[in-house]
C-alpha cells in the first residue's frame, strides 16, 4: 500500500507539475518527451521484484523514426536471502538489506509506426545501456568466510533491450507500457563467478508511466 500510495503521489505531482510548466511556456524543444513511472525488476533468487521509479527525457521529434534520450532509475531498499554453507560446511542462510540505488541509462528507440503527429498508438523498440551510480549493501549477516558471500562494494552496468507502446490521451499526455531483458555485469574485487551474490544480476523488467510530449506550435 505504501508503494501504491507513493506511485500514485509522484503520478499526480508530475501531471499537475506539468501542465502548469506547459502553461509558462517552460518546456520550450519541440520534439522533447518527459517521461515518469514505475517499474518492476524480477531479479530472483531470494531478491524477489523490487518496484523502482523512473524519470526519462528523449528527443522524439515528429516524421523521425529514431529517438533517443537518457533516463534515471531509482530503486528503494529491498531484502534479499539465499542458502549458502559456512566456513566449516555447514548450512546456513543469509539475510540482509540493500541501500537505495540509483541508475542512468542511456536509451535509443525506434518506432514501428509512421511516426507522424495524429497517430495516438505508437508501438516501439528499445535498446539501453546502463550504470549504477550508487547504492550497495546496508546489511547483512553474512560471513567472510562462507562459500557464498555478499561483497560490500559491486560494481554494476549492463545492456538491455525491450519492446513498449505509447497511447496519446491527449496532443502532449500519454500512457505508456514497456517490457524487455538486461543483461546486467557485476564486478567486485571481493570475489567472482558462482561464490558471489550479486544484488542487480541479469533480469527481465516491466515497466508503465506516464509520458508527456512537447508538441510545435
Known sequence: MK?????????????SGFAQYKKANYFEKEGRTYS????????????????????????????????????????????????????????????????????YTMNLGYHLLENNEDRKIKPYIIASLNGRLFGGVKETNGDGGDARIVPETQL??????GAGCVFYVTSWLGLYGESGY????????????????????????ISAGLRFRVAGN
Open 3 to 15: 508503494k501504491f500510495n507513493l506511485t500514485l503521489l509522484v503520478l499526480i505531482i508530475g501531471l
Open 36 to 103: 515518469i513511472g514505475t517499474r518492476f525488476y524480477s531479479l530472483g533468487d531470494g531478491r524477489g521484484t523490487p518496484m523502482g521509479y523512473t524519470f526519462a527525457v528523449a528527443s522524439d521529434k515528429v516524421g523521425k523514426q529514431f529517438f533517443s534520450g537518457y533516463e534515471f532509475q531509482y530503486i528503494p531498499s529491498y531484502k534479499f536471502e539465499f542458502g549458502t554453507t559456512d566456513y566449516y560446511g555447514a548450512k546456513v542462510t543469509t539475510q540482509g538489506k540493500t541501500k537505495g540505488q540509483l541508475f
Open 156 to 161: 554494476s552496468f549492463g545492456i538491455g533491450g
Open 182 to 205: 538486461t543483461y546486467q555485469f557485476n564486478i567486485s574485487q571481493e570475489g567472482s563467478g558462482d561464490n558471489v551474490y550479486w544484488l542487480f544480476p541479469r533480469h527481465t523488467y
